[in-house]
């Protein structure tokens, strides 16, 4: 596939030491991203990377660049959760987790401020950095309590409960702030980035929907019930390297619960497995007198699993594949074989090899992506009709 590449410097501090760590890959296309984040012992993955993913775009718009501050989403989406687990009697979960929607529904309907505007992350606590050890336990416990209590009248006092709960981790929600010498509320400030939220879109690849139409993802992060667009694999495929070779970076939305995931090298594949027929029982057990005991293992793997549209649905309805964690794809690099890899902005602080960006096979993304959000002009223009995307 011949598409033009759009080299476009990377605004991000970490990048350096990961240029210099990286020398087993060469970037082909590398797209802007503001800095890498950590939200330490926090599950609030969907917010670095769906604001993450926003600071890219406003980057990619020459808007200059934003820090975009996570406790306001965490904050007023953890008061809609748990506003939406109430009115469940506790059917919607209620945890730190979320989802990209959460971000595009909060800037819409919220607006949004800068780090600046709200206490760093933490440091309301006595913490560097987000730790909801002691929050989720304390917050869950309300939610529960309200939602399962078999009250013959619910009091609208325990939204004020929580929200005070929140307001000691997170700090106040701001009403006015200053921002380089401008007086703005989340919503005119959210207005004045120029991001078109309606322009934003989320696209799957599953079998158990008809395809080409939009569907809810059955995942309990999905809480909203945001819809996502279902393409076929290949055209999944397609769309997010287009973008990628466009200019266009993208939020997604993955299990990284895999071995595959490599914590230590900072890359992310399939190994091509390849599991030994088990001995046991057999006459060549018995005459060795190991009873075939471990046959079972597995040979080393030689490459990677050649990714088809039903094994991916198998991994998706078997549990194996789960919504675990947001990121950022904004670039693709080969490595010393030629092999392309997606490049992966992570949330975990400069973790790793790579200053905290990993290198993702396309097996990988292919099998265990969940959704990606993007713009829909990253979107080949043939698909787009396909889905009835204007």
């Not at 989340?186 to 879109?201: C, H, I, K, R």
């Not at 001995?279 to 005991?293: C, F, H, M, P, V």
Request: proline residues 4%; aromatic residues 14%; contains cysteine.
């Amino acid at each position: 596939m011949a598409l033009s590449a759009i080299m476009i410097p990377v605004v991000c501090s970490a990048q350096d030491e990961k240029k210099e760590e990286s020398s087993d890959f060469t970037p082909v296309v590398e797209n802007a991203i503001t800095s890498v984040k950590d939200q330490h012992r926090s599950g609030t993955c969907w917010a670095y990377s769906s604001l993450g993913f926003f600071e890219s775009e406003l980057l990619r718009m020459g808007k200059g660049e934003y820090d975009l501050n996570e406790s306001y989403l965490c904050y007023l989406t953890y008061l809609d959760r748990a506003d939406a687990a109430v009115r469940t009697h506790g059917d919607v979960s209620f945890s730190e987790g979320g989802s990209f929607y959460d971000a595009v529904y909060c800037l819409k309907h919220y607006g949004i401020v800068p780090q600046d505007a709200m206490p760093a992350p933490g440091t309301l606590y006595g913490d560097s950095l987000f730790n909801f050890t002691q929050l989720q336990k304390v917050t869950g416990a309300v939610v529960s309590t309200i939602a399962k209590g078999n009250f013959k009248n619910v009091n609208p006092v325990w939204k004020k409960d929580l929200s005070s709960i929140y307001e000691h981790y997170f700090g106040e929600i701001p009403e006015k702030f200053e921002y380089k010498g401008k007086t703005y509320t989340p919503q005119t400030f959210a207005a004045s980035l120029g991001l078109n939220l309606d322009d934003y879109v989320s696209l799957t690849s599953f079998t158990h929907h008809p395809f080409y139409e939009q569907f809810v993802i059955e995942v309990q992060d999905n809480w909203r019930w945001g819809r996502s667009y279902n393409l076929p694999l290949d055209e999944l495929m397609q769309t997010m390297d287009y973008a990628v070779r466009n200019g266009y970076t993208f939020a997604w939305g993955a299990d990284v619960s895999e071995k595959g995931f490599d914590r230590t090298k900072g890359v992310v594949t399939v190994p091509d497995d390849k599991p030994v027929e088990s001995k046991e029982g057999s006459d060549a057990a018995r005459w060795t007198g190991d009873n075939g005991k471990g046959a079972t293992e597995a040979k080393p793997a030689t490459g990677e699993k050649e990714i088809t549209q039903e094994m991916r649905q198998l991994g998706y309805d078997n549990w194996e594949t789960t919504d675990d964690h947001g990121m950022v794809i904004y670039g693709i690099a080969k490595d010393k074989d030629g092999k392309e890899y997606f490049m992966m902005k992570n949330s975990w602080g400069t973790y790793g090899p790579h200053g905290g960006c990993w290198y993702v096979s396309y097996p990988f993304v292919a099998y265990k992506t969940i959704n990606i959000l993007v713009h829909k002009d990253a979107v080949p223009k043939d698909i787009r009709k396909k889905l009835g995307i204007k």
